[in-house]
Nanobody
Framework: QVQLVESGGGLVQAGGSLRLSCAAS????????MGWFRQAPGKEREFVAG????????LYADSVKGRFTISRDNAKNTVYLQMNSLKPEDTAVYYC??????????????WGQGTQVTVSS
């Protein structure tokens, strides 16, 4: 079982930056692929970024490529999402997720409670 707790959300002006953190419990963190997803009001949840267990492979949605960076610190059981050049359309609840598998793509098994990110224009 993996428990995930996100932090770092908030209100920021367009063009600004935020860094989200996700602290994971459990002994398997270093073997889990990790991902960030988001859900805006009235929209379906969408994939934002993913990272494999050793951090050597990352994957991004086209809408955030070049602006967001996912990283992880296995010693701290934490995954991060650095968000730069934020746009109003990035406004959403952001969720951290973990896979029992080490592959970034596929169904995610564990989810955090979410953190709100609001970008004002």
């Amino acid at each position: 079982q993996v428990q995930l707790v996100e932090s770092g959300g908030g209100l920021v002006q367009a063009g600004g930056s935020l860094r989200l953190s996700c602290a994971a419990s459990g002994r398997t963190f270093s073997s889990n692929a990790m991902g960030w997803f988001r859900q805006a009001p009235g929209k379906e949840r969408e994939f934002v970024a993913g990272i494999n267990p050793n951090g050597g492979r990352t994957l991004y949605a086209d809408s955030v490529k070049g602006r967001f960076t996912i990283s992880r610190d296995n010693a701290k059981n934490t995954v991060y999402l650095q968000m730069n050049s934020l746009k109003p359309e990035d406004t959403a609840v952001y969720y951290c997720a973990a896979r029992a598998s080490g592959y970034v793509q596929g169904k995610y098994d564990y989810w955090g409670q979410g953190t709100q990110v609001t970008v004002s224009s």
